[in-house]
T-cell receptor, first 113, second 118 residues
Framework: NAGVMQNPRHLVRRRGQEARLRCSPM?????VYWYRQLPEEGLKFMVY????????ESGMPKERFSAEFPKEGPSILRIQQVVRGDSAAYFC???????????FGAGSRLTVL | AQTVTQSQPEMSVQEAETVTLSCTYD???????LFWYKQPPSRQMILVIR??????QNATENRFSVNFQKAAKSFSLKISDSQLGDAAMYFC???????????????FGKGTKLSVKP
């Protein structure tokens, strides 16, 4: 079992470009969560998805950010027109339908120049 | 809204000694989960221990144990026989059992950086 796989591990973008972060959940996990970690901070919830459904996006910024978890393939967190304040580590976690425990990926560090 | 507070930004412990990391939380719910996660320099978030609020018995995982005081809304982590590999950021987290829209939404504290001295 490969665990939660995130890629890329590091991504550098210039202001105004788009960033796409991918997350493949653990085998058997149908729930995906995205969190953002700013420097010296804990993780902040962004969005919770099941296959083809957004369940809770209460932590997502209203503009420029979107997430999907298609029927086939990884979950994608997309940030359009990135700004320096988007620089952070973005973590994906997955859980089985019981949702008792979340397993985290190693994170994707986005740097916006 | 629930909040999680870790009042110790940094802690230090001598190898083989015991250290306790503090965590308090605020909630109006009666059923919830509490977690401690470890984040080493690799940034991987690793689950250390979990506690269900309805269980009175404190959770234990090898050298890691918690002191869960539900009335005081306190959830401290005790690390016994500290090892160099325990050096990391430790995050306390809360999760509701309320099966509403926010199921799975972990609320994290700001973390405690633990150093282990040889």
């Amino acid at each position: 079992n490969a665990g939660v796989m995130q890629n890329p591990r590091h991504l550098v973008r210039r202001r105004g470009q788009e960033a796409r972060l991918r997350c493949s959940p653990m085998k058997g996990h149908s729930h995906v969560y995205w969190y953002r970690q700013l420097p010296e901070e804990g993780l902040k919830f962004m969005v919770y998805l099941q296959k083809e459904n957004i369940i809770d996006e209460s932590g997502m910024p209203k503009e420029r950010f979107s997430a999907e978890f298609p029927k086939e393939g990884p979950s994608i967190l997309r940030i359009q027109q990135v700004v320096r304040g988007d620089s952070a580590a973005y973590f994906c976690a997955s859980s089985p339908p019981t949702k008792n425990v979340l397993t985290f990926g190693a994170g994707s560090r986005l740097t916006v120049l | 809204a629930q909040t999680v507070t870790q009042s110790q930004p940094e802690m230090s412990v001598q190898e083989a000694e015991t250290v306790t990391l503090s965590c308090t939380y605020d909630t109006s719910e009666s059923d919830y989960y509490l977690f401690w996660y470890k984040q080493p320099p690799s940034r991987q978030m690793i689950l250390v221990i979990r506690q269900e609020a309805y269980k009175q018995q404190n959770a234990t995982e090898n050298r890691f144990s918690v002191n869960f005081q539900k009335a005081a809304k306190s959830f401290s982590l005790k690390i016994s026989d500290s090892q160099l590999g325990d050096a990391a950021m430790y995050f306390c987290a809360y999760r509701s059992m309320n099966y509403g829209g926010s199921q799975g939404n972990l609320i994290f504290g700001k973390g405690t950086k633990l150093s282990v001295k040889p």
